[in-house]
Every structure is written in C-alpha cells, then in structure tokens.
C-alpha cells in the first residue's frame, strides 16, 4: 500500500517568513496530492490540493509544487502569521478517485514566533 | 462549501459499553464515506471505508465486529463502537469525498471517545 512520509515534524518560523513542509509518497499510481490543517480538537481543513497532471498550484500565500518522478511534494507558506499555527497533514490518494481513502504524513507542528 | 457534521462531538462512556457514531453530508450526497481514527499527537489512520447500501471495507488490522458500520442513506454513515474498552479512547473522524470533486474528501469535525 500507499506510504507517506512527511518532515519536519516541528518546524519554528518567525512571523513574516516562509515555511515549507516536504512529503513523499511510494505508490506511483496516486494521483492526488492535499494538505490538510488540523487545529487542537478540531478536524482536518483542506487548505490546498494538487493532482499529478498538475506541477504547481498556488492559492494566496499558499502553494504546493509537486514533482511526479521524484515521488515528493511540498507545501509552502509565504509571510507566516500567527493564525498558521496548527499541525499540517499531506497525504496522497490512489487513482480510484473518491472511492480512496487517503493515507496520511505524520503530521508537521508548525509554529509561528510572534 | 461541502460540510460535513458528525454527533456527539465528544463521549464518554463506561468499558463494556457500545457507542454510534453519526457522519452526515450536509448538502451533498455520498455513495462513500470514510472513517479515521486518530490518537493523541498522532496522524489519522483510515479505519473503514463506508459504502452506501452494501457492506463496509475495513483496512487490516481494523476489526469489523467491534466497529460496525452502517451507511443508511446517501447522506447518513454511522459508526458503532461495540464493547467499548479503554484503549478505544481516540478522537474519531469521518470523511466525504462531494461529487465533482474526484479524489477531495472534506472532513467532519471528530468525536473524541473516551472510555473509563
């Protein structure tokens, strides 16, 4: 099955810098690629996604770049705020489409230094 | 934008005892839905995917007689946690994928199962 890995595990920015979170992923049939923004008690909010026909997408301060042959994609977030602090998830679904599950990273603490 | 609830939010119960679980779409309908299980500072594992009007697949590992699915309608799943124990404690979430939208789920906003 599907395997993604996801680092850092905490990542420490100041406000107003940029912050940028890799993935991997075994299984060369998946084909979608999100992330998703978990705050404390809450459930997962999909922040942006990126399918495999697809080499960037960007979504005001946040983007994600995804390289196919290399099996890794990233997400960056541009002029950091207090409000991004929560835990990140990438995870990444296989080409049934909706009928998948998704497998998830294990998840990066992102903090955001006033 | 797709919403996804689930009910209760949070539940506490003895050991030995059953608890359900509601995932609802709120203004779509789902032929699908997932369930993931999460533990404290932990990522979401899928636990179960709910199929409406046949029966649910379990991921291995995942045991079918103590989590009993049953996705009733096209908007409706529910998960049954049977014979509750205290290492069943975990905050529980459903997911939705809305039509259009191939491979997006949206996902509810968990219920925290504690058991004493």
């Known amino acids: 099955g599907e395997n993604v890995e996801q680092h850092p595990s905490t990542l420490s920015v100041q406000e107003g810098d940029s912050a940028v979170i890799k993935c991997t992923y075994s299984?060369?049939?998946?084909?979608?690629f999100p992330w998703y923004k978990q705050e404390l008690g809450k459930g997962p909010q999909l922040i942006i996604d990126i399918r495999s026909n697809v080499g960037e997408k960007k979504d005001q301060r946040i983007a994600v770049t995804l390289n196919k042959t290399a099996k890794h994609f990233s997400l960056h977030i541009t002029e950091t705020q207090p409000e991004d602090s929560a835990v990140y998830f990438c995870?990444?679904?296989?080409?049934?489409?909706?009928?998948?599950?998704?497998?998830f990273g294990k998840g990066t603490h992102l903090i955001i230094q006033p | 934008g797709a919403v996804v609830s689930q009910h209760p939010s949070r539940v506490i119960c003895k050991s030995g005892t059953s608890v359900k679980i509601e995932c609802r779409s709120l203004d779509f309908q789902a032929t699908t839905m997932f369930w993931y299980r999460q533990f404290p500072k932990q990522s979401l594992m899928l636990m179960a995917t709910?199929?409406?009007?046949?029966?649910?697949?379990?991921e291995q590992g995942v045991e079918k007689d103590k989590f009993l699915i049953n996705h009733a309608s096209l908007t409706l799943s529910t998960l049954t946690v049977t014979s509750a124990h205290p290492e069943d404690s975990s905050f529980y979430i459903c997911?939705?994928?809305?039509?259009?939208?191939?491979?997006?789920?949206?996902f509810g906003p968990g219920t925290r199962l504690t058991v004493l």
């Open positions: 995870a990444a679904s296989g080409p049934g489409g909706g009928a998948d599950g998704l497998t």
């Open positions: 709910s199929n409406e009007g046949s029966k649910a697949t379990y």
């Open positions: 997911s939705a994928p809305p039509p259009g939208l191939r491979g997006t789920q949206y």
């Open positions: 299984d060369s049939a998946s084909n979608y």
